[in-house]
């Protein structure tokens, strides 16, 4: 929504579907939306800016686009829009974790990424307009073939990335560990691994449950994953049952203990100690987050930023 002369818009969380579906693609093809609070899902999340400028605040670092950028970036961090220019419109792709995997990135790319890194385009292809605007049409198309074609082709775009100028943006904590890129059996438990958790992470389960969906023994279950991501098993499912039980929250009628259970959690001690450790806030403060009206970081009418 957008008042008078300013023509930013402001997140309603109550329609947002992301958080819900971590093994679904999701589109949004919109004006972006200024949030009053981070919100984070287990979706590898590609922007393309069709018009206007976006600013985020990631994990550890800001982020500025503006038309014609191209920026990646690991969705399960917290991370939100702080401010946009009057009447910005672009494209973010909300992709499983798997297709993150089918992505040729330079093992460093790819665990920097995961730790928490945006990764931006610094050249404008001619291009990209077209190209996202045809991407984001087959994807909301609901035709598997249209679908995983533009999949298929934005893989493409994104692992062009790395051979032209780019700018890979982190905040100054950040420690890379040693990278490691999965082959091609590592690829496919990976991939047996993220759908189990994803059907089953409301419910009590172990890395000895995820290892028999996968077929594989715990430790290498445990190693093959650590190695790739950078997560633990245990911290993907808790990132999961995070995920789910923010949106539970931005209802109007949530109940905390209620969504604690519902998420996956054991006790409510335990929902409230993770929730804390991602957001930074507890589940209930988060809640009242939601209802305030978010503040531009650059309240000018003209959205434009200030001179640095």
């Not at 970036?73 to 798997?98: C, E, M, Q």
């Not at 093992?107 to 077209?130: C, H």
Request: aromatic share 10%; proline share 6%.
């Amino acid at each position: 929504m957008s008042d008078g002369k300013n023509l930013k818009r402001y997140w309603n969380p109550l329609k947002s579907t992301v958080e819900r579906v971590p093994n679904t693609l999701v589109v949004s093809h919109e004006q972006p939306g200024i949030m009053a609070v981070p919100h984070w899902h287990a979706q590898v999340e590609i922007n393309y800016v069709f018009r206007g400028t976006v600013d985020y605040q990631m994990h550890g670092h800001p982020v500025h686009l503006k038309r014609g950028d191209v920026c990646v970036f690991w969705g399960g961090l917290p991370h939100r829009v702080v401010d946009t220019s009057n009447d910005p419109f672009f494209v973010a792709v909300h992709l499983p974790l798997i297709h993150f995997f089918r992505l040729r990135l330079l093992p460093d790319i790819q665990q920097r990424l995961m730790r928490g890194a945006t990764l931006v385009t610094a050249q404008k292809d001619a291009g990209d307009a077209s190209s996202f605007a045809r991407w984001s049409r087959y994807m909301r198309s609901n035709d598997p073939r249209l679908v995983n074609h533009a999949i298929d082709e934005l893989l493409l775009r994104v692992e062009r990335i790395q051979f032209d100028p780019h700018r890979l943006i982190e905040g100054s904590g950040s420690k890379a560990a040693p990278a490691e890129a999965p082959d091609q059996q590592s690829f496919q438990n990976i991939g047996r691994i993220c759908a189990f958790v994803a059907e089953n992470f409301r419910h009590q389960i172990d890395s000895a449950d995820i290892a028999v969906s996968a077929d594989i023994h715990p430790k290498y279950a445990m190693s093959v994953f650590k190695k790739s991501t950078g997560m633990t098993l245990n911290e993907y499912v808790s990132l999961l049952r995070l995920s789910y039980a923010q949106a539970l929250l931005m209802q109007d009628d949530a109940n905390v203990l209620e969504v604690a259970m519902e998420s996956g959690f054991g006790s409510l001690s335990a929902f409230n100690k993770s929730f804390r450790k991602i957001a930074g806030m507890s589940p209930s403060d988060f809640r009242r987050g939601m209802r305030e009206r978010p503040r531009p970081l650059f309240p000018s009418t003209d959205g434009m930023r200030p001179p640095h």
